[in-house]
């Protein structure tokens, strides 16, 4: 019969070491490869098989999560027609998504709360002075800027670029120079602009506009719908330029910026949630939270990036 001697347990090991004086044998009991050895009796490979396989599957995992986890300059590719029919991965490899756009570069995401309660303050709010238009006029009236033409192709112009406007390198801003390219405005300040149309319709409508070739229209004392009394002077600013048409060329306007801010709006689907909030005080004893907290494109960065790169006056 063969004679069968199992390899010593932990324990025996410890016990045999304690008694042994023998330092060769201490070190041959501690020695790695008879350690080794030991992993190879068949009952203990499971858990290095399945240490092996965890181990494996989280490298897989982190990989993924990697692949999956998108920069803000992802995310505003995907909301641009600036984003190229490849998957970010490649684009990624190969830097196309660093090539600067116009504008899309200086997009970066944050997030802050809203201060948008129903009586908040604010330097775009309130009846026409002339402080209030400027404020306006400097937040939405922007140059145009260029499409160079190796770009042109992403805006879906490409097949009618005869028919698009060149920038003039010759005569413009900073942006106009270097290569060639068309003229462009950027929608978000066509949209903001409609906006201030519409606002300031509001106000010509009550009456808040001083016409100034109307010798009729004066207001005395300063005593305008929204306006705080100031005796002896008229507070409100002229009517603006763009209103001084007929009342039917305005009223299409107002409404074609009606659709611009309803189109964008819709493309836009801002999903934020605003919460519902207790609120003794109010009628219903609750209040949506208009306030919320949103992901918002750094304004300042895109506008100091137009007002640095503009081309065309
Ligand atoms: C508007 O912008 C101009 C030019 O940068 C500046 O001089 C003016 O102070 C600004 N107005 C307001 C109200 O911010
Ligand atoms: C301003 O006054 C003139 C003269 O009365 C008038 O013809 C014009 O329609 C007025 N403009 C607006 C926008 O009310």
């Given at each position: 019969m063969p004679?069968?001697?199992p390899l010593p347990s932990t324990e025996e090991?410890?016990?045999?070491e304690v008694e042994s004086n023998h330092e060769v044998?201490?070190?041959v009991v501690l020695s790695p490869s008879l350690r080794g050895a030991r992993w190879s009796v068949p009952c203990n490979t499971i858990p290095l098989v399945v240490s092996a396989f965890m181990l494996l599957l989280s490298v897989i995992n982190v990989f993924v999560a990697k692949q999956h986890h998108r920069t803000g300059k992802e995310c505003a590719t995907e909301t641009s027609i600036w984003c190229m029919p490849l998957p970010s991965l490649y684009l990624n490899a190969?830097?196309?998504l660093t090539v600067s756009a116009p504008v899309l570069e200086a997009v970066k995401y944050e997030d802050f709360d809203f201060q948008n309660d129903f009586g908040q303050l604010s330097i775009y709010r309130g009846p026409p002075t002339k402080e209030l238009e400027d404020e306006w006029h400097n937040l939405t009236f922007k140059h145009a800027v260029k499409i160079p033409d190796s770009k042109v192709h992403l805006?879906?112009?490409?097949p009618v670029r005869d028919q698009l406007v060149r920038v003039m390198?010759?005569?413009?801003g900073p942006g106009a120079k270097g290569e060639l390219g068309y003229s462009a405005l950027i929608d978000v300040f066509h949209q903001l602009h409609c906006l201030n149309r519409i606002r300031q319709y509001t106000w010509l409508l009550t009456g808040n506009y001083r016409n100034t070739s109307d010798p009729l229209d004066v207001v005395p004392h300063g005593n305008v719908p929204g306006s705080p009394n100031s005796p002896g002077e008229d507070p409100r600013p002229p009517i603006p330029n763009d209103f001084m048409t007929t009342?039917?060329?305005n009223r299409i306007h107002i409404d074609h910026c009606i659709e611009t801010i309803r189109k964008t709006l819709m493309c836009h689907a801002d999903v934020t949630p605003i919460m519902i909030m207790k609120d003794k005080k109010a009628p219903l004893k609750e209040r949506a939270d208009f306030s919320a907290r949103h992901r918002c494109r750094n304004w300042n960065k895109i506008s100091e990036w137009m007002d640095e790169q503009w081309a065309v006056r």
């Open positions: 004679s069968y001697r090991e410890s016990n045999h044998e201490k070190e190969l830097g196309a805006t879906n112009r490409h390198p010759d005569n413009g009342p039917l060329a």
